[in-house]
């Protein structure tokens, strides 16, 4: 077996390597649904290994009839074209196949919050910021300095190795974490790399749904406004009916991996937003419609259906408490995001070695953690039997100002990476 401590040996002396493909990926602009520019940068790579990688654009056609899938509010923006997953498989031996990787979108910024350039990478002393660099691009790139120094270590993996560069994770991954696996690229397990803080191991995510509450109201001038009945004052009728559910469910809904490596989740393992109201065309109307969306997430433990009766339910007492709304109650839609939370099973062997590895490379202790966001790892459990864990890099400001992680992070998380691969697949003698 390769030791260790010659992994991690090859793999630092190509920080520099590792911090100018960082700043390739940090440059190219990927928000969800504009993902190309950063996956050529990764097939660019990929091709300098002697990789022939797998490049094709997700179709919503082929995908449509999965128990997993659900129109993604990117793909009705944008389609699929021009957004392509990227695989490349390093062949080895006839043990296991391990899957590593994640995902090249991101989110917008808003560039007057920020401090720095976001799609440059800023380097100060061993802190890295720029968008991506934490969520996930650093750890794309992690694996593939974990790839580069396996092959120049001359290391036959036991097994297949499987990288992974996926679209549409920040808006559900149906094109992109699921598109892979429907392809045939289903492993015997996975490693994704989000910024997990190693050596902790994430081995859950959240169930996240988006919904429409379109609530009616009575049109007429405000001159006679006596005669109308405002839609935004109904709104906020069905508003506080979810605020209170909010807080029912925060009070009655527990998930300690959720809060074990951020005890300040404790008490907020679930949350129930409303994003944006619409109403309204003139100041001298009472609006006949207002239109509120919202987000609700949750850790394992419930189901979807169970969920959207809670929240249908809120709605509809809401409405039967009010004299007007009682006659005129209303609708809640379900859109975008409709995704099951997920968790792995940690008395399985392959988050177990994963976790292990992880402390073996850190010398520090982990935790299982994770429910509180909704992540690609849940197609691999739910509908194809893998487990699939989260290794990766500290990270700060995820999906913020000023995003960034540090280089011996993703040093660590390279070092992980590759040896959770030598373990696992075996070394071809």
Same mark, same amino acid.
């Given at each position: ?19 100018? !493909? ?7 602009? +990927? ?18 290994? #002697? ?34 997953? %990227?695989?490349? $498989? ?25 401090? $720095? ?23 794309? +790139?992690?694996? !593939? ?32 974490? !699921? ?6 690229? %289903? /492993? ?6 989000? /910024?997990?803080?190693? /050596? #902790? ?10 919904? $429409? ?23 906020? +009728? ?17 998930? =300690? ?29 009472? /609006? ?32 039967? #408490? ?8 209303? +609708? ?11 968790? %792995?099973?940690?008395?399985? =062997? ?10 073996? %490379? ?34 700060? #400001? ?11 992070? !993703? ?19």
């Amino acid at each position: 077996m390769v030791a260790q401590d010659t992994l991690a040996e090859t793999i630092e002396s190509k920080e520099s390597d590792l911090v100018d !493909l960082l700043g390739d990926l940090v440059a190219a602009k +990927t928000v969800t649904g504009t993902e190309a520019p950063g996956q050529e940068v990764i097939i660019g790579r990929l091709e300098k290994m #002697n990789l022939d990688p797998d490049v094709w654009e997700p179709s919503a056609d082929e995908l449509a009839g999965h128990e997993g899938y659900f129109e993604t509010s990117s793909y009705e923006a944008y389609g699929y074209e021009d957004r392509p997953n %990227v695989v490349a $498989r390093v062949e080895g031996g006839d043990g296991p196949t391990l899957a590593i990787g994640g995902h090249i979108d991101v989110v917008d910024v808003t560039e007057d919050e920020w401090t $720095r350039d976001p799609w440059a990478l800023t380097r100060e002393g061993d802190t890295l910021y720029g968008r991506g660099s934490a969520d996930m691009k650093g750890g794309l +790139t992690a694996c !593939l300095i974990a790839m580069e120094a396996l092959d120049s270590l001359g290391i036959e993996l036991g097994g297949d190795l499987l990288f992974q560069s996926t679209v549409e994770e920040e808006d559900g991954g149906v094109g992109g974490a !699921l598109s892979v696996l429907e392809r045939g690229y %289903v /492993p015997d397990a996975a490693v994704i790399a989000e /910024p997990y803080d190693l /050596p #902790n191991v994430g081995v859950a995510s959240a169930g996240v749904m988006y919904f $429409r509450v379109e609530v009616p109201g009575k049109s007429v001038h405000a001159a006679w406004g006596h005669e109308g009945v405002n839609a935004i004052g109904n709104a906020a +009728t069905v508003y506080r009916a979810l605020e209170e559910l909010d807080a029912e469910r925060k009070a009655r809904i527990d998930y =300690e991996p959720a809060y074990r490596a951020n005890p300040g989740l404790k008490g907020n393992v679930t949350n129930l937003n409303i994003g944006t109201i619409e109403a309204g065309d003139w100041p001298s109307t009472l /609006p006949s419609r207002a239109v509120l969306t919202g987000r609700i997430g949750w850790p394992p433990g419930e189901s979807r259906a169970e969920v959207r009766s809670q929240i249908e339910e809120a709605v509809a007492e809401a409405a039967a #408490n009010d004299e007007w709304l009682s006659d005129h109650p209303p +609708t809640v839609e379900w859109y975008g995001w409709q995704a099951e939370p997920h968790e %792995v099973n940690t008395d399985h =062997e392959f988050p177990n070695l994963a976790k292990r590895v992880s402390e073996d %490379v850190t010398g520090r202790s982990g935790s299982f953690v994770g429910g509180n966001a909704g992540l690609d790892e849940r197609f691999y459990e739910l509908y194809y039997d893998v487990d699939a864990v989260s290794i990766g890099p500290a990270g700060a #400001n995820l999906h913020g100002a000023d995003e960034h992680t540090t280089v011996p992070a !993703l040093l660590e998380t390279a070092t992980a990476i590759a040896s959770i691969a030598v373990e696992y697949c075996g070394v071809e003698e």
